[in-house]
Structures are given as structure tokens and as C-alpha cells.
């Protein structure tokens, strides 16, 4: 079993930055987990957003939010963040974390299904 606890979440202007943390307690150390980041606005479906691949530590973004997010992992806390700079207003969302013990697949950035653990959300709110 893999509990997550997000926290982080929060307000923030058009073009300001938040970071989200994500602490797992499990009997797999998040070094061997597939780590990742989806979002749900309201009335939209839950789309990834980012995911950090076990072993390799390789990332993948969704393309909008490239070059803004950055997915990164601390194993010795077993946590796992992700840093939001030049937030705009479509990012508002309620954020999950969410975690496998298998290896990432391809394609589980689309695939929420994939997931079998989730985080309780947090929300991020960016105004104009």
C-alpha cells in the first residue's frame, strides 16, 4: 500500500509561482515508484500533468505546461514536488498526486485509469 499527502496548494496572480509536495508513506521507497502529477478543473476531465519514470529518473511533461512545471524528487524524504512558475489562469485546477510501483508505461500521462494510488488533492487558484 502507498499513502500520498499533498500539500502546497493556493493562490496565486497570473504569472507567480507555487510549489506542490507530495509525501508518500509506503513500504517502496519512492525510488522505485512511478511518481506523477495530474489535474482536474472543474467540469473537465483529469488530465496529466507530469510524470518522473523509476530508475532512469526521465520526465515527462504535458505539452501545456512544458517549460513551466518541473517534476523532481527528494528520496531521502520520500517526497516529490512540483515547482509551477509562470502560472496562468487555464492552470487552475485541483492537483493530485498519484504513484505506481510498477514502471511508468508509456502513455500513463493520458491513462488517470493506469494509477492505482492517489493523493487527496490540493487546489491551486491563478488569477488574471
Known amino acids: 500500500q502507498v499513502q500520498l499527502v499533498e500539500s502546497g496548494g493556493g493562490s496565486v496572480q497570473a504569472g507567480g509561482s507555487l510549489r506542490l509536495s507530495c509525501a508518500a508513506t509506503?513500504?517502496?521507497?519512492?525510488?522505485?515508484?512511478?511518481l506523477g502529477w495530474f489535474r482536474q478543473a472543474t467540469g473537465n476531465a483529469r488530465e496529466g500533468v507530469s510524470i518522473?519514470?523509476?530508475?532512469?529518473?526521465?520526465?515527462t511533461y504535458a505539452d501545456s505546461v512544458k517549460g513551466r512545471f518541473t517534476i523532481s524528487k527528494d528520496n531521502a524524504k520520500n517526497t516529490w514536488y512540483l515547482q509551477m512558475d509562470s502560472l496562468k489562469p487555464e492552470d487552475t485546477a485541483m492537483y493530485y498526486c498519484?504513484?505506481?510501483?510498477?514502471?511508468?508505461?508509456?502513455?500513463?500521462?493520458?491513462?488517470?485509469?493506469?494509477?492505482?494510488?492517489w493523493g487527496q488533492g490540493t487546489q491551486v487558484t491563478v488569477s488574471s
Open positions: 498519484t504513484a505506481d510501483t510498477r514502471r511508468c508505461q508509456d502513455g500513463a500521462l493520458s491513462r488517470p485509469t493506469w494509477w492505482p494510488y
Open positions: 518522473l519514470h523509476w530508475g532512469s529518473d526521465t520526465t
Open positions: 509506503s513500504l517502496w521507497p519512492i525510488s522505485r515508484l512511478c
